[in-house]
Every structure is written in structure tokens, then in C-alpha cells.
Nanobody, 125 residues
Framework: QVQLVESGGGLVQAGGSLRLSCAAS????????MGWFRQAPGKEREFVAA????????YYADSVKGRFTISRDNAKNTVYLQMNSLKPEDTAVYYC??????????????????WGQGTQVTVSS
């Protein structure tokens, strides 16, 4: 199985930017489609973005489309989430997730078998 470790979270003012990273180890990273999810206090975890094995296919939640960009570097076994124009409602714990499928990307939690521990993102107004 693959192990996932997120980093890059923190406190930022509204309108600012952060880049989250998710480092994978344990298996061939390029065999996995990847996703980012988030969970705000008192809310269910929700889909943010997903990417296929080679980065050519991506998919975003409407709430982040145009502001967030998911990408990956298979040579570094890392997936990224560039977050721009951050809003207070983006405040959440952000989770990296992996599924051992190369081509098809997914937006449902149940489609991902591997999860990181999460990284906190706080956007102040």
C-alpha cells in the first residue's frame, strides 16, 4: 500500500495563497490517481480536486474551480494543491487521498483507499 503525508498548511489572510504537498511512499506512485478532500469544523469531508496518474486529467469542485490547481510530480512521488485567492470558507483540514487506478479520477471518498493524516489550513478575514 501507499503511505501519504501532507504538508504546507498554515494560517493565511483572505486573498492569500498556500501550496499543499502530499508525499507518497511505499508503492509506485504513478499507479495511483490522487485527490484532495477537506473537512471544516462541524461539516462532512468534501471533495476538492482530483488528478489522474500522469496529470493530464483533473477535476475540481465548483467551490474551488479557478482558484485551486492540482498537479503532481511522479519523479518526486508528490501531489500538490496550489490554492490562490483563499477565502475564510476554505478553512478546513485538508486530506490527500490515493486510489490504485491510473486513469479514472473520482470525487467520492469511498473511491479512495489511502489517506494522509491531514494538514490544517486557516484563512482569516
Amino acid at each position: 500500500q501507499v503511505q501519504l503525508v501532507e504538508s504546507g498548511g498554515g494560517l493565511v489572510q483572505a486573498g492569500g495563497s498556500l501550496r499543499l504537498s502530499c508525499a507518497a511512499s511505499g508503492r509506485t506512485f504513478s499507479n495511483y490517481a490522487m485527490g484532495w478532500f477537506r473537512q471544516a469544523p462541524g461539516k462532512e469531508r468534501e471533495f476538492v480536486a482530483a488528478i489522474n496518474w500522469n496529470g493530464y486529467s483533473t477535476y475540481y469542485a465548483d467551490s474551488v474551480k479557478g482558484r485551486f490547481t492540482i498537479s503532481r510530480d511522479n519523479a518526486k512521488n508528490t501531489v500538490y494543491l496550489q490554492m490562490n485567492s483563499l477565502k475564510p470558507e476554505d478553512t478546513a483540514v485538508y486530506y490527500c487521498a490515493g486510489r490504485r487506478v491510473k486513469i479514472n479520477i473520482a470525487a467520492m471518498e469511498r473511491d479512495y483507499a489511502y489517506w494522509g493524516q491531514g494538514t490544517q489550513v486557516t484563512v482569516s478575514s
